[in-house]
């Protein structure tokens, strides 16, 4: 028996190893030329990013790395007061905390995740190290603290009066009701390509406010939140993150790409796939992807008008509005 077995996996694996090359030959996506003046450039979720986006330009355009230029690009939110849905500043939870989700990942597929983590300002950081310096993909909680302060990061008070405020008054009434496009949570994520083409992507968020303990959204999840494949392109998400999560959206909108559609059509995809799914959520709550491909090509999508995105190319740093699936 154990030696049919082995005989039928030899035979098995000798036969994929054998038609492999053919099979990539077949199967890997033909991509046009990039457009030159396609790069560098950096997609990021939301208007109010045009400064995430310069400080990530700030790198590219000096034709350094894509990973170091979104790390910089998102760490612009997540260091300031008035941001109230990324980092120090962020809404707490309804226990009062202020708890952070970030992931990011390279052009060779690695990445790197943090989240439910407290007291940090730059989650962000924490996720690259856990890709650089662990074995792991995603540390939560004390744990990711931990390791947070054992790289030397920190600990800090993240809950301004304004969000102490907020929670405060929201207290009063204890109820969590999303509102469209200023849901009190609006992510920033970010996918930027460089001068070699290296394509690299980056999430934070302090979620959804008023959340449950523990909560974790799309955010920090590779695939969920952000996604980016050096052969394809990359995508990112905000809105939402529960719907988000049960479609996999940034890794689903990365694989049409990879089947040849447009950034705009692959975004439109996987928001189609949320509202046919979840129809009647989708009444209350906004989604929005972005994606750019390994073109230089992009696109963005949400459910209901008013997500806007922001885009760095050719020397130009622009807002554009998403179409959406619902009409306002
Ligand atoms: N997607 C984030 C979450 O659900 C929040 C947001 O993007 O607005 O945690």
Not at 303 to 319: D, R, S
């Amino acid at each position: 028996m154990n030696s049919r077995r082995s005989f039928l996996q030899n035979t098995l694996l000798g036969g994929l190893a054998a038609g492999t090359a053919d099979f990539w030959a077949r199967n890997l996506p033909v991509f046009d030329k990039p457009d030159k003046n396609a790069f560098p450039v950096v997609i990021a979720t939301w208007g109010p990013n045009l400064k995430a986006n310069a400080a990530a330009w700030e790198v590219l355009s000096k034709g350094g790395y894509a990973l170091d230029a979104v790390e910089a690009g998102v760490r612009i939110p997540e260091a300031d007061p008035l941001d109230t849905s990324v980092g120090y500043g962020g809404f707490p939870d309804r226990d009062g905390h202020v708890t952070l989700d970030a992931c990011i990942m390279n052009e060779h597929g690695m990445a790197g995740s943090v989240s439910f983590l407290e007291h940090i300002m730059h989650p962000i950081s924490v996720a690259r190290l856990v890709m650089e310096k662990t074995p792991h993909v995603m540390l939560v909680g004390d744990g990711a603290l931990q390791f947070a302060l054992s790289q030397g990061f920190k600990k800090e008070d993240l809950l301004t009066e304004v969000a102490k405020k907020a929670w405060e008054s929201w207290k009063i009434e204890s109820k969590y009701k999303p509102i469209i496009n200023v849901e009190r949570h609006d992510t920033i994520g970010m996918v930027a390509i460089d001068s070699q083409q290296r394509i690299a992507g980056a999430c934070t968020t302090s979620g959804a406010a008023f959340k449950m303990h523990g909560r974790v959204g799309d955010s920090p999840i590779i695939g969920a939140g952000m996604f980016v494949d050096n052969e394809v392109g990359g995508a990112a998400s905000t809105g939402l993150g529960e719907m988000v999560l049960r479609t996999l959206g940034s890794f689903l909108v990365v694989e049409e790409m990879r089947r040849g559609a447009h950034p705009q059509k692959a975004a439109e995809t996987a928001v189609k796939r949320i509202a046919r799914k979840y129809a009647k959520l989708c009444e209350e709550a906004q989604v929005g992807f972005i994606a750019v491909d390994k073109r230089g090509r992009f696109g963005g999508f949400a459910i209901h008008p008013g997500f806007n995105y922001v885009v760095y190319q050719g020397g130009e740093n622009k807002v554009y509005e998403s179409a959406s699936f619902l009409a306002k």
